[in-house]
């Protein structure tokens, strides 16, 4: 007689089932692509298969993006995860380890409610001419800001396992959606993709007893009716997260509109709209404000800093910084992409996308297109525009693991945006995009105590710039660095 092709001493011996569910809500728009384009859009969405047009934030990428922020939480920003990491035990063992065991935490798929489209148009700049590439021009569909995805996950304890580090675990890498550490979709480095988790819902099934197991058989499957809570950490039960070991150094300014701005919408809505439409977006609260988009702020950085690491480059160093803080550039040959560099990776950078608040967006200006021959209106060339004037806008850049000529050269960059020799959007020759700055916060997060940890407040006082005396010489090494990087050592003081 065969023997018995299951047993209870082969089981997973399971003796508690946690379910944890909350709201996920876009606060800014997010691509979640399907791998193909057509004839509407080079960049379409994602959707349900069942019905053709609700929008499907996968299993899989919600999984990978847990992943990878609690591997980065517990080792630091592009670190290797073991065997032994907390990322393993919760979320299962690498590909790479044919040893390893499965996940036990089991995450759906997310079906999102109230969906609506925005389109975005892109391109690739000439860092030296700052003007279109021939060709680069593209254009994706994001689902809107205020999009609402239902996450749930089930968490399974077996009798082997050490229960409060695994919900620990747990805990730690939900708290990335609260906290705006956890971003998903193409292209979040440059705005895309910023999510909040308002209220998580939490109900454990003890498995060892009679009535645990049958009510998480009737009911385990049911959307959960508990209260809710912001506490993810208290709800599970747990002490202390897992401590963060990320270095990331952050510039959060902001600055008056000295002006006009305009990053264009691609178009009018319609006949009776300018020709040029100041960029607005949907916001998670429902309302369309005008914004200043990360991919326009990201493209203006990158152009600045490679201008500024060429001019001072004497040892070649210029291309890998550039490639190093803002990602390689993919060039084209024939029909396939190929990296600067060898090894081509993410940008280290992230930007931003935020409101310009305070601004006039009813004011419409009508130009008209000379001819430099004759001096005179060329034909047909009339058009009008609909920037923005005035108010205030906020720029938030983050560098995660950063070396001093990098941050060094961020602080270039500060510069330039504070007196407005960098512009930011389109028509900067005729005075748009220039920005005056009124404050600065500069934040150094790094576990190293030897390296030192700060939070420094930059203001604009009447005709000078405040700045704390402890500030003053370590801000002015970072330069230094950053210069001696690309010029080697030198003993000239003016420089």
Known sequence: MSS??????????????????????????????????????????????????????????????????????????????????????LLGSLKSDDEGEQSPLIVDDARGINPKIDMRNGVKLNPSSRTAENDALFDMQLWQAGTKFPLRFELAIRATDNAPQIKTSLASALKGFDDGSITLGARKRRGYGRVRVDAW??????LKTINGLIDWIENGSKPLSVAPTNDINAALGTGDLIDDARRVFQIKATFAL?????????????????????????????????????????GALRARATKIAKSLDRLGNMQTLIDRLFGAEMNKRGNRAIANIANPT?????????????????????????????????????????????????????????KNEEIGLLLLLLKDLWTGDLPLGGESSVGRGRLKGKKAELIYKTPDTQDGSFQWLLEASANALSIPDEARERLEDYIATFKTHLRGPTNDTRN
């Open 201 to 206: 819902r939490v109900k454990s099934y003890s």
């Open 346 to 402: 993410a940008s280290r950078v992230t930007v931003r996308e935020e409101i310009v608040k305070d601004s006039k967006t009813d004011l419409v200006q009508n130009r008209v297109s000379i001819d430099r021959f004759t001096a005179g209106a060329r034909d047909t060339a009339l058009f009008n525009e609909q920037p923005v004037f005035g108010g205030e806008v906020i720029v938030d850049v983050q560098l995660a693991n950063p």
């Open 258 to 298: 000295d002006g006009s701005l305009l990053i264009r919408s691609g178009s009018g809505r319609d006949d009776k709209e300018p020709d040029m439409v100041y960029l607005s977006a949907c916001q998670s609260d429902g309302s369309t404000r005008p914004i200043l988009s990360g991919t326009s702020l990201g």
């Open 4 to 89: 018995a092709m299951w047993s209870g001493n082969a089981s997973r011996k399971i003796v508690e089932r946690i379910v944890v569910e909350g709201e996920l809500i876009l606060e800014t728009p997010a691509h979640f692509g399907n791998g193909d384009g057509d004839d509407i859009t080079d960049m379409p969405l994602l959707v349900d298969t069942f019905d053709g047009k609700t929008p499907l934030l996968t299993g899989a990428s919600i999984t990978g993006a847990l992943r990878s922020y609690l591997r980065e939480r517990e080792h630091g920003f592009r670190a290797s995860a073991h065997r032994t990491s907390k990322s393993v035990l």
